[in-house]
């Protein structure tokens, strides 16, 4: 096993007191990483645990090798674990692969048990040919085969525990671009869009091109194994299916997109056809024992071409509130169930809610920002439920909002992609917009909300702008330095 260098930090301090979820929001934190850097993109993908006092921070296309200051493996990729006592924030630990190696992207993405103490990492770009679990890292035989590396921290301590890949490496197979823990950290599951078996139980057949899949591995004690390799109810090639995934707390509900699937049906278990291209699917699987079955084929409720449903999912924890991401969809109506049948806004985005009663699912709401705009890509990357399915937040990075802070103008489109986030909660069955939020220094191009997280508890809210570009290192540093380009930044809310 490899031990990772942990800096210092303080899990063992109680929390502040306890704070009403997002009741009364505002940005408490600006954070950079400990060796800022140029196109590192740190905020690209953000964890929290369920009670807000570990975040997990990547930067995919940081360029170390090994140390912080060693630029010579570009895009290798780093993740940043931080620790909160209070309102402050300390870093613990910096963490790279076991097998650091240019364009890896390590931290992809990333998945983080309820107290925090076990993280899971992907590498999407990862090399190695081999299968199973810690095989032979050196192997660069498949290109962008994929990996996944499991880390456990013990006190302040981080130590990597498994690397995992696929029962069926390929080159290209893009093992890890989604990943998602279980509450304990016993079940993880794994996507791999770039996948090219049809399925049927031959993981060697590769005659469907990036059909997609998703594994399922499972923890006894510190060991791993896979427990099952999943297909779509109707593989087809370039569906991408595992792009998204998504676990309840007990593992033992699974949501799975695939944003190209072609199907035309709308609704909940509808034709799998192949009447509307590039419309999207989402499958929700179910486990009983060790085995796993479909329960649901989601699909939106005004399926359109492009629309790209399920390039996004969330779960909460009792597995019971659904939402999907289509950021290719058009309406250009705003807020809550308005007119869907509205295509005047090409690539303006959307979110279904859908919730199961038993074992069937219905369509709740369906969503839109508060100022829906062409091609800003609502919920194309940043989607977070709390852990009982009430607070949902959603990013829309190409938005083109200048104000800054919570609930400011939200008409003024004079800086182009400096992203926003938008904070939706649900009383009884009835969503409504909440927030409006906005980095304290938008900018041109910062791409604010591609990653995002939120707490279990709904209180803490974690945001990033991976294109942000002050040179700033670590805690509340000078926001208005724009001296490093896309090094990137995280801004939390409370």
């Not at 779509?232 to 707390?249: E, H, I, M, Q, T």
């Not at 900018?443 to 508890?457: E, N, P, V």
């Amino acid at each position: 096993m490899t031990v990772i260098d942990a800096p210092g930090g303080d899990i063992d301090a109680p929390p502040d007191a306890a704070v009403p979820p997002l009741s009364a929001m505002m940005q408490r934190n600006y954070i950079k990483a400990s060796n800022t850097g140029t196109n590192d993109n740190f905020g690209s993908t953000i964890v929290l645990s369920a009670d807000g006092t570990t975040l997990v921070i990547a930067a995919p296309y940081e360029a170390s090798a090994s140390g912080q200051a060693d630029d010579s493996a570009s895009a290798a990729g780093a993740v940043y674990v931080f620790t909160r006592t209070g309102t402050s924030w300390t870093q613990q630990a910096y963490l790279k692969a076991s097998n650091p190696a240019a364009n890896d992207r390590f931290g992809t993405a990333l998945a983080l048990s309820a107290d925090g103490s076990m993280l899971a990492v992907s590498a999407s770009g990862e090399d190695s040919a081999a299968v199973g679990i810690n095989g032979n890292q050196a192997n660069e035989a498949a290109l962008g085969s994929g990996a996944v590396y499991v880390y456990t921290r013990a006190g302040t301590a981080w130590t990597q525990q498994a690397y995992i890949k696929a029962s069926n490496t390929e080159a290209n197979d893009e093992f890890g671009v989604s990943i998602a823990l279980s509450s304990d950290g016993s079940t993880l599951a794994v996507g791999a869009n770039g996948e090219d078996s049809q399925g049927f139980g031959n993981q060697t057949d590769n005659t469907m091109a990036q059909a997609g899949a998703a594994y399922v591995f499972v923890r006894t004690g510190t060991t791993w194994n896979q427990q099952a390799y999943l297909k779509a109810s109707n593989p087809g090639a370039g569906d991408r299916f595992g792009g998204a995934v998504a676990l309840s707390g007990d593992g033992a509900t699974l949501a799975v997109g695939a944003y190209f699937e072609s199907s035309g049906s709308v609704g909940v278990n509808g034709a799998q056809n192949e009447a509307i291209v590039v419309s999207g699917a989402v499958y929700v699987l179910t486990r009983v024992g060790t085995t796993w079955s479909h329960q649901a084929f989601v699909k939106a409720s005004n399926t359109g071409s492009g629309d790209l449903f399920g390039s996004t999912v969330a779960l909460s924890t009792d597995g019971t509130t659904l939402a999907v991401g289509a950021s290719g969809e058009e309406s250009a109506a705003p807020g809550i169930n308005g007119n869907q049948a509205d295509n005047t806004a090409p690539q303006a985005g959307a979110v279904y809610t859908f919730t199961r009663t038993g074992t069937t699912w219905s369509q709740q709401a369906y969503i839109k920002a508060s100022n829906p705009g062409a091609n800003d890509l609502f919920s194309r990357s940043g989607l977070s439920l709390s852990g009982n399915g009430s607070i949902l937040v959603v990013g829309a990075f190409w938005e083109d909002g200048a104000d800054v802070g919570i609930n400011g103008n939200d008409a003024d489109n004079s800086a182009s992609e400096a992203g926003a986030a938008y904070v939706y909660m649900r009383s009884g069955t009835t969503w409504s917009q909440s927030y409006y939020v906005k980095a304290s220094n938008a900018a041109l191009t910062d791409r604010f909300s591609i990653g995002i997280g939120i707490s279990g508890d709904g209180a803490t809210l974690a945001i990033g702008a991976p294109l942000e570009d002050s040179s700033a290192v670590g805690l509340e540093g000078n926001q208005a330095d724009n001296a490093t380009q896309e090094s990137g930044a995280v801004y939390v809310f409370r």
